[in-house]
C-alpha cells in the first residue's frame, strides 16, 4: 500500500506542477482514482499528503482543490524559513549538540556525500528522491534539537507554503548537471553547519543556515528559468528543496 500511494502522490504532484491540473481546480475521488487506476482508500492518503506539503487545500467537506501559488511565494517563505533555522542552528550551537542528535547530523551528511559523489563519478542523474529524504532528516534534526516549540510552530506554519519543507520534492529531468551543482553546494552548506555546530559558533551556525536558504531560492529560480517554466503562474520544476 505504502509504494502506491507513494507512486500516487507523485503522479498528482506531477501533473500539478506541471499545470496539468492548474490552481484553483478540484481533484475529484471518483475521476482521478480511475484516471490513475487505483481505489479510492490509496489516492485519498495521497491527496492528505499532498494537503500537509502545501500543494492542495481542503474546500470543507468537498474534497480538495489545487493551490495557487509563485515562485516569489517560495522565494520569500524560504528566506523566513532561513531566517527561523538560523536560529535554530544558533541555539544548537551555543548550548552544545548533544551526542544522539549529532551522530543523526553526521549521518545525513555521510549519505549526502555518497549520493553525491555516486552522481560525479557515474555522471548520472542526482537521486533527487533519495536526496529529499536525506535533507528533511537533517533539517529536522537540527530543528528538534533547538528545543524551542515555538520556532517548531511558526517553521510548521512556514512549511505549508508550496514545496517550501526541506523534504518537499520537485518534478525534475529538464537539467541533471544544473540539479547536481545545486545539491553539492547544499551538501557542502550541511558539512559546514555541521563544523559550526562542533565549534560552538553560533554566529556561523545561523549564517550558514540563512545563506542556505537563500540559495535555495535562487536555485529554485534558475531551473525555473532554465526549464522554460512561467513563473507568475507559479508552474515550476526544480530540484528538492535544498
Do not use: Y
Not at 495557487?68 to 544548537?92: K, N, P, Y
Not at 542523474?125 to 524551542?148: C, K, R, S, Y
Amino acid at each position: 500500500m505504502a509504494s502506491q500511494i507513494d507512486r500516487v502522490t507523485a503522479e498528482l504532484r506531477r501533473r500539478i506542477l506541471d499545470g496539468e491540473l492548474p490552481a484553483g481546480s478540484r481533484v475529484l475521488e471518483v475521476q482521478s482514482a480511475a484516471l490513475l487506476g487505483v481505489s479510492r482508500t490509496p489516492l485519498r492518503l495521497a491527496l492528505v499528503e499532498l494537503e500537509k506539503q502545501g500543494v492542495l487545500e481542503r474546500v470543507g467537506s468537498r474534497g480538495f482543490r489545487v493551490r495557487g501559488f509563485t515562485l516569489d511565494d517560495v522565494a520569500m517563505a524560504l528566506a523566513v524559513r532561513g531566517t527561523l533555522e538560523g536560529m535554530a542552528a544558533s541555539l544548537v550551537a551555543r548550548a552544545g549538540c548533544g551526542a544522539a542528535a549529532l551522530r543523526r547530523l553526521h549521518e545525513c551528511v555521510q549519505s549526502g556525500r555518497a549520493l553525491v559523489d555516486q552522481a560525479t563519478s557515474s555522471d548520472q542523474p542526482i537521486d533527487t528522491a533519495q536526496w529529499a529524504l536525506i535533507n528533511a532528516h537533517f533539517h529536522e534534526t537540527l530543528v528538534a534539537e533547538a528545543g524551542n516549540s515555538a520556532l517548531t510552530a511558526a517553521l510548521a506554519e512556514v512549511n505549508r507554503t508550496p514545496m517550501v519543507q526541506p523534504g518537499a520534492l520537485w518534478v525534475t529531468g529538464a537539467n541533471s548537471s544544473m540539479e547536481l551543482g545545486f545539491v553539492q553546494r547544499a551538501q557542502f552548506d550541511h558539512e559546514d553547519l555541521v563544523k559550526a555546530i562542533e565549534a560552538r559558533d553560533g554566529a556561523a551556525a545561523e549564517l550558514i543556515m540563512r545563506e542556505h536558504a537563500r540559495r535555495s531560492a535562487e536555485a529554485k529560480r534558475a531551473l525555473a528559468k532554465a526549464q522554460g517554466r512561467q513563473t507568475d503562474a507559479g508552474l515550476i520544476s526544480a530540484v528538492a528543496s535544498l
